[in-house]
Each structure stands twice: as structure tokens, then as C-alpha cells.
């Protein structure tokens, strides 16, 4: 693996998977501005522009094999696999460790990410799969805090013996000998590192006597926003911009004592489909928070492949040479004496040349209003990224970097990984500018590529196969799919071929793959 400034070059994974070409370090591949769209002819369709895959070989080979293999075994793009990997390193490093870029910037790992799918597409699984190292650990604690909780029964049983004793030893003395008081035992907690539907209540509780930091799994996003107020009307949303911050967490509870969550650290992974985040960002532009919630969060939106059945499977020892690299990571950091990592001055010239790129972008004329606030808050995220991909590196080879220092190459490689993101950011807020017609093309297409058959001429499938699977929900009938297919065919992007079966014909559409732009 070599890096000379302008390209990367590392051995690629692909079996079966749509194969990864050399990355450009500091700008994003042609062909994916989704907004050039804006621009043309209102008859033409947008946001069906192929977005880059997730760039996974730049990680370290265990890891970058695990998100090859699983995907593979899934049928799923390796974008899924690899942003649960993502938020898995985040809470491994937990509050563990930290970027210093300067003394003022200290940011910790955490991230708010959202996978953005149809239904069926194996999101969930895959970021389960990805999750692994983390239940395990979780398993574990469990299994000690059991082990505790026994020896804790067996120990307030004899204390109470020993605190009546001593009790009835005070009779007829004038003075206690307080040093002679058993200690009564100490009741043992659980370390609990998942929450899945906890409220803002359970989990405040979970995050006091777990400072480590905890990630937050939800099926459904869309949910997970709506019902953020459901009680407390904009105060738990102020608590979820806090724990964005890592800022300290003053909680009052009616009858009991104040508690105070010094460093909340909250990684938040979840999965919603295209109609679903459309309805989450209207709401949040829409809204009167408008307070950049849903702008914190890392989009990944790919395009779809094939999900047809495969014999293929993860090999055990793929598995666990990544849960053993996520969990070495874990143990070797401490939340009571955090690891400070810094930039070589390499990697800072790396990283700024990036952030004022960003900067030059987010400014220049015509960019669009929308992503203005998502821009900002990447130019956040991008040291989150830094720090994440540095202790995976050392995690899994802890004499090819200096433990505190990240180098050049990390630096670079972060910079593919945030202008990956910026092209699914591109593609989810484009997506939701859409048009009604535009939105069932790309749905069909998406649909098509997930579905079809392989055709010399790109990628098949019968129109009642698009009828029968539903392709625009509830709303589907045979009339708005011709009419969508139509539109498909005028814009030169495939076509009905009729095909004579027995004692009529066929309907299938084919989908010029090579042909969408």
C-alpha cells in the first residue's frame, strides 16, 4: 500500500462486489453532482446518478475483508456493512480516547449515522453483523455483573448478620467504635453498551454508570426523531444536540438527586427508507427547531445490487479477526485516563487543505442552500473520522503507527472516506427535492437493479414482477408504472421489449444500466 500524494493504491476486494477503482484523495470522482441536475430540462430525471462506493479497502485488511465477506454473504451493497463497522469502532473508543487539533478542539468519536434503503435490502442485518464485537462484550458484562450480583446477595446476607452483631455489642456503651462497622456491600452495575427503544430517561441512567459510552440501535429513524418530544416537548431534542457535543448533562428528577453526566457519549446507528428521511427532512426544514439536528448525522444512500440468493458465507476467521480487533481496541483504552492524539504536521496540512476546500465550497455561488449546513457540520465530523480510522489502524497493527500521533496517510485516507459522505449527503437531500415522477423513476430503477435479471443490454425484468413487488408501496398499479417506464424510455434510459410466451405476450423492461448517468 503506497501513497504518493494523489493516489491510493491497496488490493481490492471484489468477489461479487462491484469492484472499487484507485481513489482520488482530494476531490470527489466525476459524475456524482447530483445537483448539475438543477440546472437542465425539467423532463429529465435526477438523483439516479451511480454514487461511489463505500471506500472499505482503505481500511485496515481484517476489517476491510469482514465488510467484503459479509456483504457478500448478504447480497447487500458494502456500504451498510461498513458504516455499522463505523459506528461499532465509535463506541469501542468511546470516551477512551481524543483528537486534540488545537487547545481549543478537543472532539471524541461519536456519530450519528443513518442508512437509507428500500425495504428488504438486508440494512438491518448487516448492520447487526457489523454490531458483533460489541454484543459480545455486551454478553460479557453481563455474565460478570450476574457473577456479582451472586457474590453481592451472599455478602449483604453476611453483612446484615455482622451489622446486627455489632449493633447489639452498642448496648450499654456510651460511645460506638465506629471503626469496628461493617461496610456494607456495594450494589454491582451493569455495563450495558447497546440501548434499542430506551427512553431519554433510561438511557441518561445507562450513560452515569457507563462513561465508556454506549450506542443507541434503531430499525426505523423516522420514529427515533418523532418521538424524541413525545413527552418533554424540545427538551430531548436539546439533549441529543448536548450529547452531539459530548457537553456535561445536568439531569433533575422529580424525588431523587440531581445527576450530572460529566461526558455523555452517544453513537446513534439506525436505518429508514427513501419515503421515510424524505419525510424527516422536510419535517426538520420545515420545522421551528431548524436547529441543524438532522445535518449532524453521516448519509449513506447506495445504489442498489442484485439480492438474489448466494452460497456464499462469512469464514469464522474473518469474523474473528475483526470482533478481535474492535475488541483490542476497546480494552486498551481507559475512559478514566483518555489516549490524546494529535496530527503529524504532515497530516494537519492534509487536513486543512480539506476543510478550507469545504470552506470554498460551502461559499461559492449557486451552492446549494440546503447543504450549506451540512457542509459546516462535516468539517466536524472529518476529525471524528480521523480519530476512528487511526485507532483502527493501530488496533490491528499496533507497530505500523506511533500510538498518539496520526500520520498523513490516515489523514488522506479520512479525506476519501468525507468526500464519500459528501456525495450520499448530495443524493439524500437531492433525493427529497425530487418531484413525484422523479422520485417513482428512481424508484423503479432502484428496484430494477436490486431485481432484474442480467440482459445483453443492461439489467431485465417482467412489468408484472414491478406490479406484484409493490416498487411505489401502496400506491402502486400497473397504469403508474407504464407511465414511469414511459418516462424511463424518453430519456433514452431502457424499453419495453414484448416477448411471446405460449399463447401470448410478455411485457419486460429493460434497464440500459451502462446508459443511466
Given at each position: 500500500m503506497n501513497f504518493n500524494g494523489e493516489e491510493i493504491n491497496k488490493e481490492v476486494f471484489h468477489h461479487g462486489q462491484p469492484q472499487q477503482q484507485n481513489v482520488t484523495t482530494n476531490r470527489i470522482p466525476?459524475?456524482?453532482?447530483?445537483?448539475?441536475?438543477?440546472?437542465?430540462?425539467?423532463?429529465?430525471?435526477?438523483?439516479?446518478?451511480?454514487?461511489?462506493?463505500?471506500?472499505?479497502?482503505?481500511?485496515?485488511?481484517?476489517?476491510?475483508?469482514?465488510?467484503?465477506?459479509?456483504?457478500?454473504?448478504?447480497?447487500?451493497?458494502p456500504d451498510f456493512v461498513g458504516m455499522g463497522v463505523l459506528a461499532c469502532a465509535s463506541v469501542a473508543i468511546g470516551n477512551g480516547a481524543v483528537l486534540e487539533l488545537k487547545k481549543s478542539w478537543i472532539t471524541g468519536a461519536s456519530l450519528y449515522c443513518a442508512v437509507v434503503a428500500e425495504p428488504g435490502s438486508a440494512k438491518t442485518p448487516a448492520i447487526s453483523k457489523a454490531l458483533k464485537p460489541l454484543f459480545d462484550l455486551q454478553d460479557y458484562n453481563y455474565r460478570e455483573y450476574l457473577s456479582k450480583k451472586d457474590q453481592y446477595h451472599l455478602e449483604k446476607e453476611n453483612y446484615e448478620i455482622e451489622y446486627e452483631k455489632w449493633k447489639q455489642s452498642l448496648k450499654g456503651k456510651k460511645k460506638a467504635n465506629l471503626d469496628d462497622k461493617p461496610?456494607?456491600?456495594?450494589?454491582?452495575?451493569f455495563q450495558q453498551l447497546i440501548s434499542m427503544d430506551s427512553t431519554m430517561e433510561a438511557l441518561q441512567e445507562n450513560l452515569f454508570f457507563n462513561k465508556r459510552g454506549v450506542i443507541k440501535v434503531h430499525?426505523?429513524?423516522?420514529?427515533?426523531?418523532?418521538?424524541?418530544?413525545?413527552?418533554?416537548?424540545g427538551a430531548d431534542r436539546q439533549y441529543w444536540l448536548s450529547i452531539w457535543s459530548n457537553e456535561p448533562i445536568i439531569i433533575n428528577r422529580k424525588g431523587k438527586e440531581p445527576m450530572q453526566l460529566q461526558k455523555p457519549f452517544?453513537?446513534?446507528?439506525?436505518?429508514?427508507?427513501?419515503?421515510?428521511?424524505?419525510?424527516?427532512?422536510?419535517?426538520?426544514?420545515?420545522?421551528?427547531?431548524?436547529d441543524g439536528f438532522i445535518d449532524r448525522f453521516l448519509f449513506c444512500f447506495p445504489d442498489p445490487i442484485p439480492s438474489n440468493w448466494t452460497d456464499v458465507d462469512v469464514a469464522q476467521e474473518v469474523v474473528a479477526k475483526y470482533c478481535d480487533t474492535i475488541i483490542k481496541l476497546y480494552n486498551s483504552l481507559n475512559e478514566d485516563n483518555p489516549k490524546k492524539v494529535s496530527l503529524s504536521p504532515e497530516a494537519k496540512e492534509a487536513f486543512t487543505m480539506w476543510y478550507d476546500l469545504t470552506e470554498d465550497e460551502t461559499i461559492a455561488a449557486g451552492f446549494p442552500e440546503l447543504l450549506k449546513g451540512v457542509w459546516k457540520k462535516l468539517k466536524g465530523i472529518h476529525p471524528r473520522i480521523m480519530l476512528i480510522m487511526h485507532m483502527l489502524k493501530w488496533a490491528s497493527n499496533p507497530d505500523s503507527v506511533t500510538a498518539d500521533i496520526i500520520d498523513e496517510e490516515s489523514v488522506s485516507y479520512a479525506n476519501y472516506m468525507m468526500n464519500y459522505f459528501k456525495a450520499q449527503?448530495?443524493?439524500?437531500?437531492?433525493?427529497?427535492?425530487?418531484?413525484?415522477?422523479?422520485?417513482?423513476?428512481?424508484?423503479?430503477?432502484?428496484?430494477v437493479r436490486r431485481k432484474g435479471e442480467k440482459h445483453e443490454n443492461g439489467v431485465?425484468?417482467?412489468?408484472?414482477?414491478?406490479?406484484?413487488?409493490?416498487?411505489?408501496?401502496?400506491?402502486?398499479?400497473?397504469?403508474?408504472?407504464?407511465?414511469?417506464?414511459?418516462?424511463?424510455?424518453?430519456?433514452?434510459?431502457?424499453e419495453i421489449q414484448l416477448h411471446q410466451y405460449k399463447n401470448h405476450f410478455i411485457k419486460?423492461?429493460?434497464?440500459?444500466?451502462n446508459r443511466v448517468p
Open positions: 466525476q459524475g456524482i453532482d447530483l445537483f448539475e441536475e438543477e440546472l437542465q430540462k425539467e423532463a429529465q430525471i435526477v438523483a439516479i446518478h451511480e454514487t461511489p462506493p463505500f471506500p472499505y479497502t482503505l481500511l485496515p485488511e481484517p476489517i476491510a475483508r469482514f465488510i467484503n465477506d459479509t456483504a457478500m454473504a448478504l447480497s447487500c451493497p461496610y456494607e456491600p456495594n450494589i454491582p452495575i430499525d426505523e429513524l423516522l420514529g427515533f426523531v418523532k418521538g424524541m418530544n413525545q413527552y418533554r416537548a452517544v453513537t446513534i446507528v439506525g436505518g429508514t427508507q427513501p419515503d421515510m428521511i424524505d419525510e424527516i427532512i422536510k419535517s426538520e426544514r420545515e420545522g421551528s427547531a431548524n449527503a448530495k443524493k439524500v437531500f437531492q433525493f427529497t427535492q425530487s418531484n413525484y415522477e422523479d422520485k417513482n423513476a428512481i424508484k423503479l430503477i432502484d428496484y431485465s425484468i417482467r412489468v408484472n414482477t414491478l406490479n406484484q413487488g409493490k416498487v411505489f408501496g401502496r400506491s402502486t398499479n400497473i397504469r403508474l408504472i407504464e407511465e414511469t417506464i414511459e418516462r424511463l424510455e424518453a430519456q433514452g434510459l431502457g419486460q423492461f429493460v434497464l440500459y444500466y
